[in-house]
């Protein structure tokens, strides 16, 4: 295995998920939630993937025996095109006395002749976290059906002398190959409540030794799991191989925060003499830095994809329902929709679009003119198939010395969207949506944009909301509103809005990628052919609107013969 991975179509492996046993699918008829489009196994509980000789290939955790996590496995679906997939037997499995009770998540990475490799956590037969290798059994099957796990395993160990926490150390990223020709991997872990990933060497990849210095680490920060670090270009939008370094490159650091069940990632400078990664100014980690997502998403990896040069994160979509309502229905959890992610030009953000490739499931465009949104008006939109739907329309405002002037209090978009959800008047909003909306809006989720002035001349804050507070009549879901800060300038842009509905998950991103929030939800009268879809402009000033709205196709995903 020497001269192991050149991480040239390297990916991942953190995505969790969840999906059942003992519980016959049922037809999409009577389970008004299961997804059209989005990545989810028949039943059951699942979690990412690497492209090799054409071929994309998803590893997830997941449960073959219940709708709740356990007994997890790897799991393993292939698809030409990152939206259709073909379920294959479990990758990996508990097997051997290094991941006896449980084989956890982990990377992918390609050998510079073309072999993969999964570098993974298992959980070992005295509950310690170790780190394992696995190779496919036959390089000539495209699809890669078998691994072995090479007996050398574990291959890095926590141990008292390195004063590595054994029960908090897990989710290898993929390796990276540093100027001295020499392997890095990192791995999260925690060290006395202060979140920490610590960084290896290999000349070999079987072989590791741990660094002085972890590549990260943030004071109070708690558990980093699932950690992710990766070059992007700061002045194109291509993707590159992980292995990537130079003046035109910047470094993108992100972790799990498995105290909030939120992730964070931070922008700056790989540091190659010292190996560790330092954080731009005013970029910041834990709770006060940036998200991909501000809504249910969590566990995301990103992997280079060669193919078409560039970089695509996956994420997993959290449950927002009670956990007996897991086992009822006989599944869990979901993959987001792959999306392209890039360095804004300012430097100081990634911005992120769904894959290109889902634009192939639009059928039946019902077109939105240019129309004037009047201050306490909805309008349906008609023709559309409002359960399984693409969204895509931009607002245009026409006095910003309308918009009211932010409270100073107001610093946190989340508590603001909360306080000031969709049926609070303002100025300029609140305007956008009503997704997965019954007929009476009795039920609807809204998503929407808050236009405020700042306490500065001409100074503008734009705010996205997602509101669940209406999203079901049933009080034992989580219906909590999530928001996010816009960086754009509504005086002289006009504010996007694209949102992916289906069934019971909306993902919605504002700005032309600079935000975005995802909903889960479960309408009790909104569902099937009850569904309807409105535009909304609750503001006292009025806003103009053009766009599009497209009926999806049902994807093919993970249907046996």
Known sequence: MANLISQKYALLVCLFSLALAHVHSKPQTSQPYRTAYHFQPPKNWMNGPFIYKGIYHLFYQYNPKGAVWGNIVWAHSTSFDLINWKPHVAAIYPSKPFDINGCWSGSVTILPGGKPVIFYTGIDSQNLQVQNLAYPKNLSDPFLTEWVKIPQNPLISPTLGNQ???TAFRDPTTAWLGPDKHWRLAIGSLRNQSGVTYLYRSKDFLSWVKAKHPLHSEKKAGMWECPDFFPVLKTSPIGVDTSTYGPDVKHVFKVSLNDTWKEYYTIGTYDLDKDVFVPDNGSVDSNLGLRYDYGKFYASKTFFDSSKNRRVLWGWINESSPEYYYKEKGWSGLQAIPRTIWLDKSGKQLLQWPIAELKKLRTKQIKLPSTVLKGGSVHPVLGVTAAQADVQVTFEISDFNK????EPSWTDPHNLCSNEGALVKGGLGPFGLLVLASKDLEEYTAVFYRVFRGHTHNESVVVMCSDQSRS?????????????????????????????IDHSVVESFAGDGKASITARVYPTLAIHGDTRLYTFNYGRESVKIVGSAWSMRTASINQSK
Do not use: T
């Open 403 to 406: 918009a009211d002037v932010l």
């Open 164 to 166: 590595v926490n054994a």
């Open 472 to 500: 079901s009549l049933n009080e034992k879901f989580d219906k909590s509103n999530f928001g996010a800060i816009v960086k754009v300038d509504p005086v002289h842009e006009k504010l996007s809005l694209r949102s992916l």
